[in-house]
């Protein structure tokens, strides 16, 4: 097994973390990540970068948005890598949004398998049917669909 240098190559941290080239550089114009660089101009990137691509990569997994990620990575003293306690510290703060989400993929679920999954795509049985326009009264958009916290019926 090779010992891994203290700064990498971003070929080096590509191959390692999976993440394309590309997408390293992406991140590092987001602020994401950070590298050095040498005399010639070449980016190094600290090999603690590979946990805070693990965090970057996990936190899109959960549905986050980048510039959520940049925003919880901007808490963290003197830009460094995310520990489990921060993990645990900034998940809790994603609780509420990741249950909405789930609440509204339930709904959409349920919803939806009540209409397309029987195959009749009947309107006088579907759960989705909204005749004489009764769910105006709810607001824009489809109140049946929504997350219960955001007026979803």
């Not at 590509?14 to 987001?30: D, K, Q, W």
């Not at 703060?93 to 909405?100: F, S, V």
């Not at 709904?107 to 909204?130: F, M, T, V």
Request: a positive charge; charged letters at 25%; one cysteine or more.
């Amino acid at each position: 097994m090779s010992h891994l240098p203290v700064r990498l190559t971003i070929g080096q941290l590509a191959e390692r973390s999976g993440v394309p080239p590309t997408t390293l550089r992406f991140y590092e114009e987001r602020g994401l990540i950070t590298a050095e660089r040498t005399p010639g101009n070449q980016r190094r990137y600290h090999r603690n970068t590979l946990r805070r691509l693990a965090f970057v990569s996990a936190a899109q997994r959960v549905g986050l948005t980048l510039n959520q990620i940049h925003e919880a990575l901007a808490t963290l003293p003197d830009n460094r890598t995310p520990t489990v306690e921060d993990w645990a510290r900034l998940s809790e703060q994603w609780q509420a949004e990741l249950d909405t989400r789930i609440d509204a993929l339930q709904r959409l679920r349920d919803r939806l398998a009540s209409c397309i999954g029987c195959g009749c795509l009947s309107l006088k049985s579907c759960n989705l049917q909204n005749a004489d326009d009764e769910l105006a009264a709810a607001g824009p958009g489809a109140p049946l669909l929504k997350p219960a916290r955001e007026g979803g019926i």
